[in-house]
């Protein structure tokens, strides 16, 4: 089936009244979420081989609250990308205009977050909490980019809660332009197309975005989704020609990275000097590594071709600090002023796993960090990070797909993949029970992988956050009071260790002469997962996790261990639960060994899961008794 073109016309002037009887909306799209997108159209024209119009009109129902908390009146620039109008009507429920809010009216905000590529990147937007609900806002801005190379896609569903009534998109091109839609997921979602030579339209009608299950790590590969491939292109003031990999990396390190390498010669004398002992690239990147972490810090540098090109190594080393791919790029120069080579390598950084995608030849990801190649598989350096350890990556970057650069071309490389064995808490507890009314705790932690990163967010130098962190840890003691908290990093290993000691006004509860207490009563390993009675996705466990307690009841005088559960040994697919108890002169020794196993999993799987997951909870969740017995 045929379809129009889409043409969007802005209007000067504050429409006093829309027909919101134009808008049939299905009853079932205003249920539990906080809008509704009654109607959207894209228009993307690509004037020439360097200039890109993008035009944006949007009406909204919005019903409650949650509805203008979230990204719809934002709208990101940059150098590459200026503003050509920007406004937001405002109306009620009859249609009567409330309030034009112009360009003026916006915020303007720094998009810089001290981590991600894009340091350039600025953003205008605005809030409207002021008023009763529900209500329209219709939102409109027109962009003028010199970027043909990223073709915003046609990408209707961003959330699991979007409800879209209209969408309408089109991409216009000159002839002989050398653009390729990349389609996915069109016909589940009825999705209805137009193609010719120089108009690429889509329009998708009354499309509910599927439900986001829990787990789902590939959620939005599920999603209809239109990417455009542009091989003859303009970046800024630059232009290039790409057919495959090769191209594209020869053409990213001539612009943003050729050149920018060089260093003084005491910068070259001094790193010569650092690593003269040591006796293998590992050896002499460590050193570097060491020194760039002590010498630099992060700030946001507003240059580069939209955030893409580095600011020179040298002015890096004469100022003491970079943004992320100027630290990464200054490593690389200091590595390879000693005979270290390493790669650029471009990664998308997130908590979800995104791989750079192999099938679509464009500029892609939000950060940098260096390989480095051994006789044992590559190392990855993130330079960054003042906390990060040498060749370690967290939850962001780990387990995905990048793409390195080189002179004369770019490789795929796969980063390292946490599993099971590697993300490890180790603890051991030592209770005393001697007062009930004050039970004393020594804890002795050791973190590995995942358990490892997640310290590095907590400022060892600060007690409040020190105290917050620990009582967030163990939540489920009472009046929790901090005596003692020391810390060990271990960076060689990954390891962080941490000897705890704390008061609590009680665990357990009484009842009568007994006291019923939890064997995780201190720290609780195991959450429940949410139950489906007929799940629709598959599943993954993208870390694995194994858990390694011992814990130690002193039994105070005049009480008797009355109750004291089975041992217990749990074995399944997806992982396995250990728990051992041991009565040893009235006091008890508690051995648990809990590991649930990285891996993607059919969804007929997840009945067998969410049962394993109960019998593990039904056996960390047993209490034993202890019973006065004068």
């Known amino acids: 089936m045929l379809i129009s073109l889409v043409s969007i016309h802005f209007t000067n002037y504050a429409q006093k009244r829309i027909d919101v ?23 993307i024209e690509v004037v020439n081989q360097n200039n890109l119009q993008e035009k944006v009109s949007e009406t909204l129902l919005i019903l409650n609250q949650s509805g203008v908390d979230q990204d719809n009146y934002t709208v990101y620039y940059s150098q590459l990308a200026k503003i050509k109008s920007i406004q937001l009507r405002v109306y009620n429920a009859n249609g009567d205009l409330l309030k034009h809010y112009k360009e003026k009216d916006f915020r303007d905000i720094s998009v810089a977050d001290g981590f991600s590529l894009f340091t350039d990147g ?33 990408a209707p569903i961003e959330y699991d ?52 299950e829990d787990m789902n790590i590939r959620y939005v590969e599920a999603l209809p989704i239109v990417k455009f491939e542009n091989t003859n292109f303009g970046f800024g003031k630059i232009q290039g020609k790409i057919n495959n990999w090769d191209d594209f990396g020869k053409w990213y390190y001539d612009n943003f990275l050729k050149g920018l390498n060089e260093l003084s010669p005491a910068t070259v004398a001094k790193m010569k000097d650092l690593t003269k002992d040591a006796t293998t690239d590992v050896e002499k990147a460590k050193i570097i590594f060491d020194y760039v972490q002590n010498n630099t810090r992060y700030i946001s540098i507003q240059i580069g071709l939209g955030g893409w090109k580095p600011y020179p190594a040298k002015e890096v080393d004469r100022l003491g600090y970079g943004d992320c791919k100027a630290l990464t790029n200054y490593t690389k120069a200091l590595l390879e002023s000693v005979g ?38 590559n190392i990855f350096i993130e330079s960054t990070s003042q906390k990060i350890p040498f060749g370690y990556l967290g939850g962001s970057t780990d387990n995905r797909k990048a793409l390195a650069i080189k002179p004369d071309g770019a490789f795929f490389v796969d980063t390292h993949s ?24 020594d804890a002795n932690l050791e973190n590995h992988g995942s358990f490892y990163q ?8 600060d007690s409040k956050e020190i105290n917050l962190y620990l009582k967030n840890l163990f939540s489920s003691v009472k009046d929790l009071s901090v005596k003692k908290y020391e810390i060990q990093n271990n960076k060689n290993q990954y390891v962080y260790n941490e000897l705890i000691a704390f008061e609590s006004s009680s665990l357990g509860a009484k009842m009568g002469n007994d006291y019923l207490i939890g064997i995780n009563a201190i720290y609780q390993p195991i959450d429940k997962v949410k139950r489906y009675r007929n799940r629709k996705t598959d599943f993954m466990i993208a870390r694995g996790v194994s858990y390694d307690f011992t814990s130690s009841y002193k ?68 209490k034993f008794i202890i019973t006065k017995t004068n």
């Open 454 to 461: 997640s310290l590095f967010q907590v400022d060892m130098n």
């Open 418 to 441: 946490n599993k099971e064995t590697e993300n490890v808490l180790k603890c051991n507890f030592k209770i005393d029970l001697t007062d009930l009314n004050k039970v004393y705790v």
């Open 21 to 43: 009887k134009q808008y049939i909306i299905p009853e079932a799209f205003t249920k539990d979420v906080g809008y509704v997108t009654v109607d959207r159209k894209e228009a």
């Open 122 to 154: 600025r953003l205008k937007t605005i809030d409207i909490n002021q008023y009763s609900f529900p209500l329209y806002t219709i939102f409109e801005y027109e962009l003028e980019k010199e970027n043909t190379l990223v073709i915003p896609p046609f």
């Open 555 to 622: 039994i105070p005088e005049g009480f008797t261990l009355s109750f004291v559960p089975e041992s217990k040994n749990l074995v399944s697919k997806f992982g396995h639960c250990n728990i051992d108890f041991k009565v040893e002169n009235n006091n008890l020794h508690i051995a648990q060994t809990y590991i649930l196993k990285s891996g993607e999993y059919k969804k007929e799987d997840y009945v067998e899961f969410e049962k394993f997951n109960n019998e593990v909870l039904q056996v960390v969740n047993t």
């Open 161 to 212: 809660k979007d409800r879209i009534v209209n969408f309408e998109y089109t991409l216009k091109f000159p002839a002989n332009t050398s653009i390729k839609p990349i389609e996915k997921n069109l016909e589940k979602y009825q999705v209805q197309k137009n193609i010719s030579s120089q108009t690429f339209t889509y329009q998708v009608s009354n499309l509910m975005a599927p439900e986001y």
């Open 340 to 377: 270290v080579e390493t790669y650029y390598t471009i990664i998308h950084a997130s908590p979800r796993i995104v791989d750079i995608d192999e099938k679509y030849l464009s500029l892609q990801g939000n950060h940098v960090v260096l390989t480095l190649p051994t006789p044992t598989g």
